[in-house]
Nanobody, 112 residues
Framework: QLVESGGGLVQAGGSLRLSCRAS???????????MAWYRQAPGNQRELVAS???????NYADSVKGRFTISRDNSRKTVYLQMNSLKAEDTAVYYC?????WGLGTQVTVSS
């Protein structure tokens, strides 16, 4: 399973770091797998926020470039999303995805 953590309530301009830990035998090949963060705001479709390949190539949505950073620690089977300069429009449930699986999500709320 994929377990997200680190969400919460933060003021605009603040920072949060999300974590996604993969647990279970299915993740024995974690290192080469592409992992990603998505988000879904109320009334909106789920959208890709950032992704990272096994070789650590990264991709970001235009709306978060320069503010968010995705990284991974293969020894911990964990993917991170560092979110800086948060805006009200970043408010959403953030989901981790990998191995064709979704985590349950973690709520991020940015107050303006």
């Amino acid at each position: 399973q994929l377990v997200e953590s680190g969400g919460g309530l933060v003021q605009a301009g603040g920072s949060l770091r999300l974590s996604c830990r993969a647990s279970g035998s299915i993740f024995s090949t974690f290192s080469p797998q592409e992992m990603a963060w998505y988000r879904q705001a109320p009334g909106n479709q789920r959208e890709l926020v950032a992704s990272i390949t096994g070789s650590r190539a990264t991709n970001y949505a235009d709306s978060v470039k320069g503010r968010f950073t995705i990284s991974r620690d293969n020894s911990r089977k964990t993917v991170y999303l560092q979110m800086n300069s948060l805006k009200a429009e970043d408010t959403a449930v953030y989901y981790c995805r990998g191995f064709d699986l979704w985590g349950l999500g973690t709520q991020v709320t940015v107050s303006s």
